[in-house]
């Protein structure tokens, strides 16, 4: 494959398997308390014990989300007239072929946009989840995160499943950053030339 | 909600009341509910208020008036066995919260997660936990009058303040009595627990215009479906855009 560039590091892979399997693990259980989903809490050996399992990954979901900030906010929260032209003409990551798109830094601005919406999402369905699991006594309280819990959990069925799609089978080549966090340099310099260019590698 | 002929209701006259709470140590002795350690605040009403071990009680209401400087009232207050209720609409765990055949909201410890959502979504604030963290409250009896007999609080109660029967039957001896309004006919798709006042409800202590709450029912309605539709969605979106346009090809790089 020749000379490979490091996109993620060891830490950044296993935070974001953590994040991505408590988040998946929550989004199921999320489901079955919804809907009352026998046959999925007879899984965790009825819902008495897939509320611990719910409540507790949503625990580790929130320690991982919050450790994401190091490594993503401040990307996330920088955007210049290139994502301006990016969002005109939609990324092209659902194209068959490469449009052009206009040059991008280590994240293009989808991924900071994702990233923005996850982690403010993230933080609602966090917070209205120890609102439902922790206070009790106040009925305002508990209707409110009750509320907001169920609207962030919509938005996390929506893209973390969109995500998943454009990372593995929408866009081949993408997934190994998940695994190995390295990718061939050629990539790298087509995807990222921004970033390339800041580490020196153009 | 389907309303059988079948459907039970307890009728509570708060004139017939005479506050002697037979009601209150029928419910513990049935139910083998301990009693509750309670402090003297001046009030006839004790225990102050329902709890997990007490799923019944005698509201005393004091209402003085210009024509009447003694006006006291006795009402017994439990579960409202609601017809469209709004803990069994907000609770998560299957089978923790479910409807007897007799209409009566019944409950299974073993099944309740105690995450205590039906007490933000009950309009009476009926629903309590016990020391375990799960739901104890009114079943009307649902083992008694499953076999045709009556829940202790009716059985015992020496004047008829509180009579059990046919919900209609009950409904149609009350207006004839001459009662105009029954609360709690229509409230939440009809009340398992109905009363019949001489005077306007919130004198007694009701609350006259019982809801679930909004965010609960745009909750059901609304939020409900769209999680459906929102994963369905994508799901699909993917699915077709896989068929239709296939993954992106970067033709340099491979």
Redo the contacts between chains.
Sequence with gaps: MGEMVRKASPEEIINHWILAISCLLLIITG?A????L?QI?AVFG???G??VVHNWAGVVFTVSLFATLFNYLHESLTFDADDWTWIKMGG???????KKAPPMGKLNTGQKFYYLAVMAAGIAIAASGFG??LV?GS?MI???S??VH??A??LF??AV??HA?MGT?????TFRIMVYGTV?I??AR?KYPKWMKEIGKL | MATTTKRKALLISSELCIGCRGCQTACKNWNQLPGQKTTNTGTMQNPPDISATTYNIIRFSEVPSQANAVRWLFVSRMCMHCDDAGCMK?C???G?LYKTEQGAVAFNKD?C?????C???CPFDVPR?DAQNKIGKCDLCSGRIAEGLSPACAKTCPTGAIKFGDRADLIASAKKSGYGKVYGETDLGGLGAIYAFRDAPRIYGMNESPAI?E??I??HNV??P??II??G???A??LI??AA?????????K
């Design positions: 489901y308390f919804l809907f009352k026998t809490g009825g819902f008495n897939m509320r092209g990551y659902l194209s068959r072929s490469a439902i699991w009790s009925r508990t209707l409110v009750h509320l169920n609207l959990f919509i069925v929506v499943p969109a799609y089978l929408a866009n081949p080549g061939p050629e990539f087509k | 907000i998560s765990a299957p923790a099944k997660t105690g995450c205590k959502l007490v933000a979504a936990y709450p965010s609960v745009f909750w939020l409900k769209l999680a929102g994963l969605g994508v799901v979106g993917a855009h896989y346009i296939g993954p992106h090809k970067d033709e340099e790089v």
